[in-house]
């Protein structure tokens, strides 16, 4: 790599671990929220206005996470073999030109349904190549000793923007319809891509001669399978956010049109949860749990809440209550996990094992959100959503059982010359 430039006298307000790298993924990651935070929202009603009914949301949400099941792990692979930088550009490439045509099919007609799920399929194509890359480029960015503070800043930066993003997303819409928030986010990915095309990447590790894609797959599946920390959370989670995503993009937009008055509150009560993860991140700013994974595991249980309050329903201020707990508990289990994650995986596998990590993480959530209509239609939204609610207590207990989730402790990390580490002093 070559030599880092030398600091600015702006940069040098900024802590000494906030290198280039680490800044412009922060910068990024905001933007990004900001527009895809409202058009999550914005999608769901698209939908509703072009005459689908809740089994249509689930469809289009259902394709959008179905493409991260089949590809998540090409990316992953792909993204320790290729320069991360340039992985995360062509990803959010995709994602605007998809986001882009979706905007003007709602501005200029009546979308339908098969268009809608094609351009959110493609949408999460982009999100399949990206994740993988993006997490392993953050946690290369940060020495181990500032790992938490770091990842810490980064989500409450990020999930901030989000508070922002989807109560704007949800005022929009009301006002003007939901093509146009579309429209921002399309607009967000751009500059997105544009602030993560200056990333600096020294050269990609060096492989033995004839090791390919396969041989790279096989190495992350080790790293992942030999780790039963690792593969019973992701286990859990597969579960876990398979339910919080079908309340979160069925059920809730559904509720808020039938009870609590339309997107707006919704949009709200998701910013809520924002405020929450903010909180969380600051707390995790000074607090350093020593049984990392204890404590998060424990952060889990509180996600059972916003199903709940959706199957009561509780009224529009003490539903935002209970998504800011579940926000802020959520936090400290991200922040937790992202450092167990710094602390225990080599840096040259970090994007297959964050690969492993995120498809076993979502590889029931396309079933999930197509499902959820049909449930509803079965034995109702409030039993469907009650139902959810028991789905992420069960795992979340049954995971405390292993050994290592209630005892893998805090290790200082000794100082070492990386490329990854020299970056930091570059602004």
Same mark, same amino acid.
């Given at each position: ?181 579309? /429209? =921002?986010?399309? *607009? !967000?990915? %751009? $500059?997105? &891509?544009? +602030?993560? #095309?200056?990333?600096?990447? @020294? ?38 956010? /398979? =339910?919080?995503? *079908? !309340?979160? %993009? $069925?059920? &809730?937009? +559904?509720? #808020?049109?039938?009870?609590? @008055? ?45 199903? %709940? ?119």
């Amino acid at each position: 790599m070559s030599s880092p430039p030398t600091a600015s006298p702006a940069s040098r307000r900024l802590p000494s671990w906030a290198g280039r790298n680490y800044t412009l993924l922060t910068g990024a990651a905001v933007v990004t929220n900001l527009g895809s935070h409202g058009a999550l929202i914005a999608s769901a009603f698209a939908v509703m206005e072009a005459g689908g009914s809740g089994g249509d949301v689930g469809l289009v949400a259902a394709a959008r996470t179905l493409p991260l099941v089949l590809f998540l792990l090409v990316g992953g692979a792909l993204a320790d073999r290729l320069p991360r930088h340039r992985v995360m550009v062509a990803a959010n490439a995709l994602n605007c030109v998809s986001q882009a045509v979706f905007a003007v099919l709602v501005l200029t007609g009546e979308p339908r349904l098969w268009q809608m799920m094609l351009l959110t399929a493609l949408c999460g194509t982009g999100t399949a190549f990206f994740n993988p890359a993006a997490e392993g480029m953050l946690l290369s960015s940060v020495s181990g000793e500032h790992s938490n503070r770091a990842f810490a800043l980064f989500r409450m930066a990020m999930n901030g923007a989000g508070i922002g993003g989807a109560a704007l997303g949800g005022a929009l819409i009301a006002a003007i319809g939901p093509g146009w928030v579309l /429209a =921002v986010d399309a *607009a !967000a990915f %751009a $500059v997105a &891509g544009a +602030l993560r #095309a200056f990333l600096d990447v @020294g050269p990609t590790t060096e492989r033995a001669p004839g090791g390919g894609l396969l041989s790279d797959l096989r190495e992350g599946w080790v790293e992942f399978r030999t780790r039963p920390w690792l593969w019973s959370i992701v286990l859990q989670f597969s579960v876990v956010v /398979a =339910v919080v995503g *079908a !309340a979160e %993009a $069925v059920y &809730g937009p +559904l509720v #808020a049109r039938d009870r609590l @008055g339309g997107p707006a509150p919704w949009g709200m009560a998701l910013a809520f949860f924002g405020v929450g993860t903010i909180a969380g991140a600051v707390l995790m700013m000074l607090w350093k749990p020593r049984r990392l994974l204890l404590v998060g595991t424990l952060c889990v249980f509180p996600l059972a809440l916003p199903s %709940a309050g959706l199957a009561v329903p509780l009224p529009t201020w003490w539903l935002c209550a209970v998504m800011f707990v579940s926000g802020a508990a959520i936090e400290v289990f991200g922040v937790n996990w992202m450092t167990t994650m710094h602390q225990e995986i080599p840096e040259e596998k970090f994007s297959r094992v964050s690969a492993y990590d995120w498809f076993g993480s979502v590889s029931m959530l396309p079933l999930a959100t197509a499902l959820a209509g049909p449930a509803e239609n079965v034995f109702g939204r409030t039993p469907a959503l009650w139902g959810c609610a028991a789905l992420v207590i069960v795992p979340t207990a049954l995971v405390l059982l292993v050994p290592q989730v209630r005892h893998i402790t805090r290790r200082p990390v000794p100082e070492k010359s990386t490329a990854a580490d020299s970056s930091l002093a570059g602004v």
